[in-house]
């Protein structure tokens, strides 16, 4: 079956430096590739759908890349901010059906 | 759009009772999901719906819980009786289509004791 491995650790990072947050799965590879933030005592908020026929996304200060031959995703954040501390999960969507794979998740912390 | 509304926030009961969770999707989306989320377990899906129809509840713990969702507008998650293993966060989330993004609530903390 579809797994997905996120950092199992918190990634700390100082203010203003890039967090690059990685999703590896296995198996084949799904059609598209979601990435979501939550913050502690909220459901997870959509950030960023990648295409598996998509290298890379951008919005803002956020990139992710997708690279299917590495089944491997990376999510980065430029210019970090204590702003941005929270957990990103990533879900692999295989258009084969409406369920999303999740990923367990990162947390990330911003240190000023 | 006022998002995805979940009630209540926060459930205490005890061991044996019924609970009841409530959703309002938004409007629009077709696809409705019922997520369970624990430190241990991550994101689970419990069940979801595609125009109002159960399509997928294998992730269904046991019998004691269960899902309806009577028109496009609303959805409950039962659990009767519940069990202090059933204590975890259960989200609620929506979807305008296949491969669009999932909408969630803020939830309902669930405690058994």
């Known amino acids: 079956s579809q797994k997905i491995e996120q950092n199992s650790e918190a990634l700390n990072i100082q203010e203003g430096k890039t967090a690059t947050l990685t999703c590896n799965y296995t198996?084949?590879?799904?059609?598209?590739l979601q990435w979501y933030r939550q913050d502690p005592g909220r459901g997870p908020v959509f950030l960023l759908l990648?295409?598996?026929n998509e290298k890379e996304k951008r919005k803002e200060r956020l990139k992710v890349t997708f690279d299917t031959t590495l089944k491997q995703s990376l999510f980065h954040i430029t210019a970090s901010q204590p702003a941005d501390s929270a957990t990103y999960l990533c879900?692999?969507?295989?258009?084969?059906?409406?369920?999303?794979?999740w990923g367990a998740g990162t947390k990330l912390i911003i240190k000023p | 759009d006022a998002g995805v509304i979940q009630s209540p926030r926060h459930e205490v009961t005890e061991m044996g009772q019924e609970v009841t969770l409530r959703c309002k999707p938004i409007?629009?989306?077709?696809?409705l999901f019922w997520y369970r989320q624990t430190m241990m377990r991550g994101l689970e899906l419990l069940i979801y719906?595609?125009?109002?129809?159960?399509?997928?509840d294998s992730g269904m713990p046991e019998d004691r819980f269960s899902a309806k969702m009577p028109n496009a507008s609303f959805s409950t998650l039962k659990i009767q009786p519940s069990e202090p293993r059933d204590s975890a966060v259960y989200f609620c989330?929506?979807?305008?289509?296949?491969?669009?993004?999932?909408?969630f609530g803020n939830g309902t903390r669930l405690t058994v004791t």
């Open positions: 989330a929506s979807r305008e289509g296949k491969n669009s993004p999932l909408h």
């Open positions: 409007s629009g989306h077709n696809s």
């Open positions: 719906f595609n125009n109002n129809v159960p399509i997928d």
């Open positions: 198996n084949y590879s799904p059609a598209y």
């Open positions: 990648i295409r598996e």
């Open positions: 879900a692999l969507d295989m258009d084969s059906n409406y369920q999303l794979i």
